[in-house]
């Protein structure tokens, strides 16, 4: 009889856990799907101008996405792991002497920090980050690939190392995508109304 209860209080734990499970997956499925509906929703309207106070445009560049970010770099520290060997030798009572010797090893660990705080900004023609202690400018028609993140965006410019900006969101990626795609068209010639 108590191994009859047994198995049923285990049973009810794995239903009371499958239960649980299954609602947890839902939550996610409804979070993916509202996630969706809102990049279809960037992606199909036409892109809208803001305002950036703080930055001068070229007479015919918009400004199509602005958001405080954080801009992240991988950076290499050395450090030394040694060993420190040797015999000690009894001179007399209390004294001794020490024939030791030290070698080490140099480690390499390559970390990742916030470098910055500040702005990114997306135009129609550049990808620009104004930060507190420097900024930058990536031309659209330089950048060669980007990486969207569930918090930011990672691009990779021409003859640079990639930079990965947090934002809290993924729009910035979607924004970069799509102003890409309209310098493209416009340099192919194509005119399209969305980008």
């Keep these: 009889m108590g191994a ?24 996610r499925q409804q979070a993916y799907a509202v ?21 001068g445009l070229a007479n015919d560049e918009v400004a199509y996405y602005a958001s405080e970010a954080e801009i992240f770099g991988t950076h290499t520290r050395t450090r030394r792991v040694g060993y420190s060997g040797g015999p000690s030798f009894r001179i007399a009572r209390g ?4 024939a030791s010797s ?7 660990e390559s970390y990742t920090s916030v470098d910055d705080k500040g702005r990114l900004i997306v135009t129609n023609q550049r990808v620009i980050f104004v930060g507190a202690m420097s900024s930058y400018a990536w031309p659209l028609s330089k950048i060669l690939s980007i990486q969207r993140f569930t918090d930011g965006v990672q691009i990779n410019p021409v003859n640079k190392k990639a930079i990965v900006f947090t934002t809290g969101s993924q729009d910035a990626g979607i924004v970069i995508d799509r102003a890409r795609a309209g310098t493209l068209a416009k340099a192919l010639g194509v005119t399209d109304s969305s980008a």
Excluded: C, D
Excluded at 95 to 98: E, I, K, L, R
């Design 4 to 27: 009859l209860i047994f198995l049923l209080v285990v049973g009810g734990i794995v239903a009371l856990l499958v239960s649980l499970s299954n609602a947890s997956s839902k939550q």
């Design 35 to 55: 996630a969706q509906a809102h990049f279809a929703e960037i992606a199909k309207n036409p892109m809208v101008p803001v305002t950036v106070p703080e930055l």
């Design 95 to 98: 004294v001794y002497w020490h």
């Design 102 to 108: 030290y070698t080490s090893t140099p480690v390499r």
